[in-house]
């Protein structure tokens, strides 16, 4: 593979407060007009077990009902699969476009002021086609043309056009950001009062008092109104203020439930969601650590959601389906980073045998089972002080690939399909006259909806957007 071309920084521009997506203009041309995504179609089989021209079954997954290939990602090909976030779905395949020449990049960014753990939130809030942003707008940032910046941290929306330019919309209040150096910003989306439109759940603002008089609010849930703005906040009373927020149906009744971390607290929080946007109360699943971060994987591929707590090791809670647990099981996998705090697990099928593989350090752990793997692969001597963000397939050969923090900024590993990660190849720096090796989290997606995987990398001090320009 030939290198990446660095990025040009291509700056997001005002982040003046705005009403709706037609408002705040961050770059020249029309603005996409809004259209409805109509929920996935379920119609009954055919006597003879088939289905219409652009349906097609989905055994162990509604057998007997035949799917909308065009407008369900879950259900495009083969229906074990999901396609990435924003990819198209022709013809009952993912759109995934190979590289035939090389992987190049063009970034977007925003300022902020130097904090830990940012998270990002990817969907399309505004129902047009094309994914769209919620990005941390934290104190010390000032807006453009303002004299004083803001006092409290916001999540900015900033709604895609398709073609990998934003308008900015909404911003929302979310938690203070009292001293920068030890701050966090926790934001999750998803649909949690399942009306077909992305909602959003962040960390209180400090001091928010709920209905009762002595409990403030923990957590803030904000439903979309489908054109980039949301509603008023429905307080998440009770708990830590978390600082890491994970989102998954982790009890089976359709509704999305929230699992959260906040140290130092030595447990994962989980609510469970009543459909309609409000939560039930916190229950605390206790842990062997003081976990930072919490994601969501069907870890021991029973078909249902596991919690992966992580602080310096592994520690995994084995979901069984109605909103229960299996007693922890803490894992002596060293997460710890050579430069830093530990991110998130970054987990991908990087040897093609259906079992996740596990980046931790500087090595590649693969066939994972329980706390058990079945090979390590270590990274070159090189980049042993990577950081891993995200997994996914960038260069469109099929395989999974890697891309990392390093102290010069974010760089590309190729997978070959059989646990071995190539050269690093630098995508281009973060902020290049700040060098950073920790506090930096990624998540991929399709912004402009090429059939290519873009990535957005949350860094100290500045969100970068990597559009994939591979041919």
Request: glycine residues 14%.
């Amino acid at each position: 593979m030939m290198p990446l071309g660095l990025p040009a920084a291509l700056a997001l521009g005002s982040l003046a407060l705005g009403v709706a997506c037609d408002r705040n203009v961050l770059h020249t041309g029309s603005v996409a007009p809004v259209k409805t995504v109509p929920p996935p179609a379920t119609v009954a089989t055919h006597p003879d077990g088939t289905c219409d021209s652009g349906l097609a079954t989905c055994p162990g997954a509604g057998a007997g009902f035949c799917f909308d290939l065009q407008t369900a990602p879950d259900h495009c090909g083969s229906c074990s699969n999901t396609c990435p976030i924003g990819t198209p779905c022709e013809n009952g395949q993912c759109l995934v476009v190979p590289c035939t020449t090389r992987v190049t990049v063009k970034a977007l960014r925003v300022n902020y002021s130097p904090a830990w753990r940012y998270q990002v939130g990817v969907a399309d809030f505004d129902r047009d086609g094309a994914l769209d942003l919620l990005v941390p707008t934290p104190h010390f940032l000032f807006p453009s043309g303002a004299d004083t910046p803001y006092e409290d941290m916001t999540a900015t929306a900033f709604c895609g056009q398709g073609d990998g330019t934003f308008i900015a919309a909404e911003s929302i209040p979310a938690g203070e950001n009292p001293k920068a150096s030890e701050s966090t910003f926790p934001l999750a989306v998803a649909d949690f009062n399942r009306d077909q439109i992305p909602d959003l759940v962040v960390a209180a603002v400090s001091g928010t008092v709920a209905t009762s008089p002595v409990e403030s609010a923990t957590m803030v849930v904000h439903l979309g109104n489908g054109d980039g703005t949301f509603g008023p906040g429905i307080d998440l009373v009770g708990g830590a203020i978390p600082g890491f927020i994970a989102v998954a149906d982790l009890d089976g009744n359709g509704a999305p439930d929230l699992a959260t971390v906040g140290t130092p607290k030595e447990a994962v929080t989980v609510r469970f969601g009543n459909g309609d946007g409000t939560f039930g109360p916190p229950r605390d699943l206790e842990v062997g650590g003081t976990p930072t971060y919490v994601s969501v994987a069907d870890w021991n591929r029973d078909g249902i959601p596991d919690l992966v707590a992580t602080d310096s090791y592994i520690h995994l809670l084995y979901g069984t389906g109605d909103g229960s647990f299996a007693p922890v099981l803490d894992c002596a996998l060293n997460m710890s980073a050579p430069t830093g705090e530990p991110g998130p697990p970054v987990l991908g099928d990087f040897d093609q045998d259906g079992l996740f593989d596990l980046v931790s350090n500087n090595s590649l752990l693969l066939g994972m089972r329980d706390c058990n793997f079945t090979q390590q692969t270590t990274f070159h001597v090189s980049y042993a002080s990577a950081m891993p963000m995200a997994a996914g397939d960038f260069n469109g050969d099929g395989t999974t690939d890697l891309v990392v923090a390093v102290c010069e900024g974010v760089g590309y590993l190729a997978g070959d399909g059989h646990g071995i990660l190539g050269d690093l190849v630098m995508l281009g720096d973060l902020d290049a006259d700040r060098p950073q090796c920790s506090g930096t989290t990624g998540m991929t997606g399709d912004f402009n909806g090429d059939g290519r995987l873009d990535l957005v990398v949350a860094g100290l001090y500045s969100i970068r957007l990597f559009m994939n320009t591979c041919k």
